[in-house]
């Protein structure tokens, strides 16, 4: 099967990343395609960063109809986009954040978020509660990194993360950490050895989701809201974004 990672900042390090981290838990016979848009925020972590990688991550999705993909993978923790994808696609698509929420809840009564930059914890807060893991999400913790921070080998991500992993277990009482940004996948391994708790990383987990849905022949469901959208005209920059018949 073809997943489609899409990564819906432009840093292509970003991508390259998570891509290697999808490839590693990936079975056998599934291929990665991992990109990212060719225009956009280098970095989400704010409303206006989401909303300006919404048309590179829903232009990619559109392509990726034409290249035979099974399953998308949004790798993002928020979520840009979603329903909007979902619309356009016949396979699965899942965002990192919903998928590594699902996978914490099978493992734990409760889990923490840990993040990038503390005014993101708003966004990753409306995310539990829109998911509805309010009563399973115990804190959602950010570490004031900047999301390009994660690819500076120099900079001291790793044990600011681990600190802060350390305090919301003990803080939340919560038995699960659930990553908040997709360039903390490589990080994922490390952090669970030195913890003693899972982790879950949400492009490792909504990869094997998707194998998991296309092995159930689990589509998106063209009935309702999910429906292909209505086919009309748009203007201006938007033009040739416009959802065809
Ligand atoms: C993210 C993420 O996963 N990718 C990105 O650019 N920003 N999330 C975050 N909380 O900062």
Do not use: W
């Amino acid at each position: 099967m073809r997943i489609k990672l899409i990564n819906p900042n432009t840093t292509q390090s970003m991508t390259d990343k998570i891509a290697r981290a999808a490839r590693t838990v990936a079975a056998q016979g599934t291929e990665i395609l991992a990109v990212s848009p060719t225009g956009g925020p280098v970095s989400i972590e704010d409303h206006y960063d989401e909303a300006y990688a919404v048309p590179g991550l829903l232009g990619e999705v559109r392509i990726g109809e034409t290249q035979a993909c099974d399953a998308y993978v949004i790798a993002c923790f928020g979520d840009p986009g979603l329903d909007a994808a979902r619309e356009i696609a016949r396979g699965p698509v899942l965002g990192i954040a919903e998928a590594a929420m699902h996978a914490a809840s099978f493992v734990a009564t409760g889990f923490s978020i840990v993040t990038t930059l503390t005014r993101t914890c708003v966004m990753a807060r409306r995310l539990v509660d829109r998911y509805g893991f309010s009563t399973v999400c115990r804190g959602v913790h950010g570490t004031d990194l900047p999301v390009l921070a994660l690819e500076d080998p120099a900079s001291d991500a790793y044990a600011l993360i681990l600190a802060q992993c350390e305090q919301a277990l003990k803080q939340d009482g919560s038995g699960a950490i659930v990553l908040g940004c997709a360039g903390m996948a490589d990080l994922c391994t490390r952090l669970s050895a030195s913890l003693g708790v899972p982790v879950i990383d949400g492009v490792a987990a909504a990869v094997k989701f998707c194998e998991a849905l296309v092995g159930l022949q689990l589509q998106t469901s063209k009935h309702g809201d999910y429906a292909l959208p209505i086919p009309k005209k748009y203007t201006g920059a938007f033009a040739g974004f416009a959802p065809r018949a």
